[in-house]
């Protein structure tokens, strides 16, 4: 890959002033923190792999504990060899306005019962507030930034130009490089899921919402200050009134729950957290009440909707909690289903009996021809099988009067296909043969005739 001067030079720019700052105690314990320490299993003992110590947990495997001597948070495993890969970006102040996000991937080896940690500095990037293109996730959340950016090269010992370069992990600001005169944007960072970049705009911009929201504790909803309004009362920005404040403050909710409280306007926050995973809460409501979907555990609400909707076509009642609570829904679901189909196929073949009996006086033979209505759902069928047309799909049609559905055929002949006939409002509209290829002039003159001298002369 050629590297042109400009880049190279940005290279190094962004290399020396990096190698000249020198990292804080503050960011070193953050890397202290985030390497994982393993407790060996063995039944109900567990050994502490950093001193040693041998303890009794009641805890499981993949759950967290403490050893008791020298304090270590343990993750409780039972194989020998186990490892473990994390990510995390250190922002420092670079000019006026105008930062680097250094990203580290962070290696947990256990190996011969002793824990071993790489870290490795893989990528770096200048970001500039006034420009949100692109993301830096904080917090676990996985993306790809398209701008320039250099990694690491473990071969070469290079750093190289990149475009696309995995970005992710807890963001580690140190106290007062993201600067604002009237509150610590630091803490959104330590306390929400934000997009860095974003933050970094409106710290830039003095945005009165970011402001606003970091100063009454809502880290989380700061992240997504956009969606707020700068000016009005309490309930006019929140949509809920100021009693509910301390109950976001505690909770520290997310934007998708405030939209969720706002609707239920109950203070349990894990009602509020999994009403809010639910698509389309809105029309749940409007047959549930909060308290019986959580206790229902409902999953799948386009299964649900889609239930609910069958029960009211088939008349069923839902204050009857048996029938707006099924035990098992997807069974139930597929059973209203095709009661439906029955039912509905049970109306299409009545209604179609009717209208051939109004129009059986059509029927119209010479000594070749002969050509009838359909009288069923099942002639339909077999006439689109015969043809190979879509004609079994005209049923419903049929049965709501919009059109009529005739066969011409062969007198001699009359159990095989010919023509299949569509007519509306007296006229014939379509006339097929097999594969739907047009009729013979000898079958047109047929038609015709019978055109003018019967539907015509019906009113
Ligand atoms: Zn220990």
């Not at 020198?22 to 060996?40: H, M």
């Not at 974003?198 to 970091?214: A, F, H, K």
């Not at 203070?267 to 009403?275: F, R």
Request: charged fraction near 30%; aromatic fraction near 14%.
């Amino acid at each position: 890959m050629y590297i042109t001067k400009a880049v190279r030079e940005q290279i190094e720019k962004i290399n020396n002033y990096v190698e000249q700052w020198n990292d804080t105690k503050e960011f070193k314990q953050f890397i202290e923190d985030q390497k994982i320490y393993v407790g060996l299993m063995n039944k109900k003992e567990c050994l502490c792999i950093k001193c040693k110590h041998k303890f009794n947990t009641k805890l499981k495997i993949n759950e967290y504990d403490i050893c008791p001597k020298c304090n270590q948070k343990l993750l409780l495993k039972r194989t020998t060899n186990y490892y473990n890969k994390d990510y995390v970006m250190y922002l420092i102040p670079y000019k006026n306005n105008e930062y680097i996000v250094r990203n580290y991937e962070i290696l947990s080896i256990l190996s011969n019962e002793t824990m071993i940690y790489e870290i490795t500095e893989y990528g770096r990037q200048i970001v500039t507030g006034y420009s949100i293109e692109g993301f830096i996730i904080n917090n676990m959340r996985r993306n790809t930034s398209g701008y320039f950016y250099i990694s690491y090269q473990e071969k070469t010992r290079y750093w190289k130009p990149e475009y696309y370069i995995m970005i992710c992990g807890k963001c580690f600001a140190d106290n007062g490089t993201l600067k604002h005169k009237y509150y610590n944007p630091k803490t959104i960072l330590d306390n929400a899921e934000v997009n860095v970049r974003e933050i970094i705009d409106g710290v830039t911009r003095n945005d009165y919402r970011l402001e606003l929201l970091t100063k009454a504790k809502l880290y989380n909803l700061a992240s997504d200050y956009q969606h707020f309004q700068t000016k009005g009362k309490f309930e006019d920005i929140f949509g809920v009134d100021k009693s509910y404040l301390e109950f976001m403050q505690q909770n520290n909710i997310t934007y998708k729950e405030l939209i969720t409280l706002q609707l239920v306007k109950i203070k349990d926050h894990n009602l509020i957290q999994y009403l809010s995973e639910l698509y389309d809460l809105k029309e749940l409501l409007e047959y549930c009440k909060p308290y019986d979907l959580y206790n229902y555990k409902l999953k799948d609400t386009w299964l649900y909707l889609d239930y609910i909707k069958f029960c009211k076509k088939l008349r069923y009642d839902l204050k009857d909690k048996s029938i707006l609570y099924p035990k098992n829904l997807g069974f139930k679901h597929d059973e209203l289903q095709n009661l439906i189909k029955i039912n509905e196929d049970k109306q299409t073949t009545k209604k179609i009996k009717e209208r051939y009996n109004k129009i059986k006086q059509n029927t119209y033979e010479n000594k070749k021809f002969v050509i009838y209505p359909t009288k069923s759902i099942e002639e339909m069928i077999n006439e689109s099988a015969q043809q190979n047309n879509c004609v079994q799909t005209y049923a419903d049609r049929v049965a709501k009067g919009k059109c009529d559905i005739y066969f011409m055929r062969l007198v001699n002949e009359r159990e095989k296909s010919l023509v299949t006939v569509e007519v509306r409002k007296n006229k014939i509209v379509q006339q097929r043969t097999k594969n739907n290829m047009d009729t013979t002039p000898e079958q047109k003159r047929f038609l015709k005739k019978w055109e003018r001298d019967i539907l015509c002369k019906i009113n």
